[in-house]
Structure formats: structure tokens, C-alpha cells
């Protein structure tokens, strides 16, 4: 006798729109007339996750706009990737290291709007960066372990190079000095318009992935953030075998789908 095709049966919660995960089990199609029972595909878990070893020893970079959901992906990715037995070495910018995260303090003081030159700031983004790849990431890809970092140089090019007004090339040749033969094997951009980053941003509704209180870099105005938005995406044009750009409008479960299906294309 042939076996029924195994599901996912949840409820739906009576106070929300939301699926609510509820009851896992398998059962047959013929349990879908159960009253507030509804199908949904079976979780990633259960999904063929083998591909995920094809991480081992990488380099991946989560960047993009402020409110652009990717740190909520980047917490989503390294708990699939853990679980399946594979190391990750998880590191911020700026920060990361006892000197990193000190310059962090400097950066994203709100005090610090007006007394920081443009130049100052990218020399000390990159300051933090260098001790970050010299003390952490190398010694990680030797190991072995995938490398997850919530933004790196790609955020200098955007923020300090097309809205900051510095010369991409003069950030550039400065990299080579901080990172020397240390860049990503994949920088994936979670691109969003500027309405739906506004809403994020909401200190009403940030949660965890931002704290209550704008920092600097978030107030600096509308038409800086989307020269900051334009910036990334026109680093991905530029090189767009190292760059995966995922439309991150939608709820993080479609924007997590899409980011897994364009590692599985671009990690072989």
C-alpha cells in the first residue's frame, strides 16, 4: 500500500492572520476536512539540505539598506547552516573584536553627526575591518567554517562612497591594504524601497533587529538612504558573479525562500 504524502498540519491561530505553528505530524490528505487544520509545504528541515556543505570554508557577507530585514535572514541562514553540523563563524561590522567594537562606540555615537569627517569614518570603518579579518575570519576560513558577516566593505562603498561623495576606487584601494587577499565569495543584498525600510524602522516595530534609538547612520535623511540603496545595487551590476541581490519586500518567509534558492545557484 502506498504511503500518503507526508505534510505539515498546523493551525490557524483563532486572534491572528498569521499561521501559528501548532501540531506537526503526517498524515494523509483525506485530514485536511479536520476543522482549523490547513496544509503548508513541509518546513526547510525537511527539505534536501545537502547543498549546505558547499559552505564549508566560505565567505558570505549579509549587506543592504537600513530596515532592510537582513539581519532577521542572517540569524535565519547560520541556525539552518548550524543544524546541519556545519561550523559558523559570525561576526558584525563594525566590530567584532575587542578594538572593533570600540571604534563601533565612535561610529554610531549620535553625539559624533557633525564632528566626523566622511574620510575619518571610512578609514575607521576599515580600521575595525582589518582587525576583523587579521583576529577572526582568517583563521575561521582555514578552519574550515563558513564565515557569516552582517555587512563588510560593500557597506563602505554604498554608505561613505555613493552617498558619502568618496571616490569608490580610493575605498577600494584602501581595502586591498585592510583585507589584502581576504574579500567575500558572496555579497547577498536584501534590496527594499524606501517606503518599506521607513516602516521597519519604526521604533514601534524594529523588535530585535534594531535598537529603539536611531543611531547616526539613521538619520541622516531620506535621499541619502536611497543613494545608499543605489549604491548597492549598482555594485551588484558591476559584479554580478560575487553579488546576489534578493528583493526583500515581502515577509521574511518569501524573502528566506528566495535567499536559499540563490545561494543553491551561486554556492557550488
Same mark, same amino acid.
Given at each position: 500500500?502506498?504511503?500518503?504524502?507526508?505534510?505539515?498540519?498546523?493551525?490557524?491561530?483563532?486572534?491572528?492572520?498569521?499561521?501559528i505553528p501548532d501540531t506537526f505530524s503526517t498524515f494523509s490528505p483525506r485530514d485536511v476536512s479536520r476543522p482549523g487544520m490547513?496544509?503548508?509545504?513541509?518546513?526547510?528541515?525537511?527539505?534536501?539540505?545537502?547543498?549546505?556543505?558547499?559552505?564549508?570554508?566560505?565567505?558570505?557577507?549579509?549587506?543592504g539598506p537600513d530596515g532592510s530585514g537582513k539581519s532577521t535572514q542572517f540569524t535565519r541562514l547560520d541556525a539552518m547552516v548550524k543544524s546541519a553540523g556545519i561550523e559558523?563563524?559570525?561576526?558584525r561590522e563594525p566590530g567584532g573584536t575587542?578594538?572593533?567594537?570600540?571604534?563601533?562606540? %565612535?561610529?554610531?555615537?549620535?553625539?559624533?553627526?557633525? !564632528?566626523? @569627517?566622511?574620510?575619518?569614518?571610512?578609514?575607521l570603518f576599515m580600521a575595525s575591518r582589518a582587525q576583523l579579518v587579521a583576529e577572526r575570519i582568517n583563521?575561521?576560513?582555514e578552519a574550515g567554517k563558513l564565515v557569516l558577516a552582517d555587512r563588510f566593505i560593500s557597506s563602505t562603498l554604498a554608505y561613505q562612497g555613493t552617498a558619502g561623495g568618496i571616490d569608490v576606487a580610493d575605498i577600494l584601494r584602501v581595502g586591498q591594504i585592510?583585507?589584502?587577499?581576504?574579500?567575500?565569495?558572496?555579497v547577498v543584498v536584501f534590496d527594499v524601497d524606501l517606503a518599506t525600510a521607513r516602516k521597519r524602522m519604526n521604533p514601534l516595530l524594529r523588535e530585535n533587529e534594531f535598537d529603539a534609538t536611531h543611531?547616526?547612520?539613521?538619520?541622516?535623511?531620506?535621499?541619502?538612504?536611497?543613494? %545608499?540603496?543605489?549604491?548597492?545595487?549598482?555594485?551588484? !551590476?558591476? @559584479?554580478?558573479?560575487?553579488?546576489?541581490?534578493?528583493?526583500?519586500?515581502?515577509?521574511?518567509?518569501?524573502?528566506?525562500?528566495?535567499?536559499i534558492d540563490g545561494l543553491k545557484q551561486k554556492i557550488q
Open positions: 500500500m502506498k504511503r500518503p504524502d507526508r505534510h505539515v498540519l498546523i493551525s490557524l491561530h483563532p486572534r491572528s492572520s498569521a499561521f490547513v496544509y503548508l509545504r513541509p518546513p526547510m528541515a525537511d527539505r534536501n539540505t545537502t547543498w549546505l556543505n558547499n559552505l564549508r570554508g566560505r565567505f558570505v557577507v549579509f549587506d559558523v563563524c559570525e561576526v575587542y578594538i572593533g567594537e570600540q571604534v563601533r562606540q %565612535v561610529l554610531l555615537d549620535p553625539s559624533n553627526t557633525d !564632528e566626523v @569627517d566622511i574620510r575619518c569614518e571610512m578609514l583563521p575561521a576560513i585592510a583585507l589584502r587577499q581576504t574579500w567575500p565569495d558572496l543611531d547616526r547612520m539613521e538619520i541622516k535623511g531620506a535621499a541619502f538612504h536611497q543613494k %545608499v540603496r543605489q549604491g548597492y545595487l549598482d555594485q551588484a !551590476e558591476n @559584479d554580478p558573479d560575487r553579488y546576489l541581490v534578493i528583493d526583500a519586500r515581502d515577509d521574511e518567509d518569501v524573502v528566506f525562500d528566495r535567499l
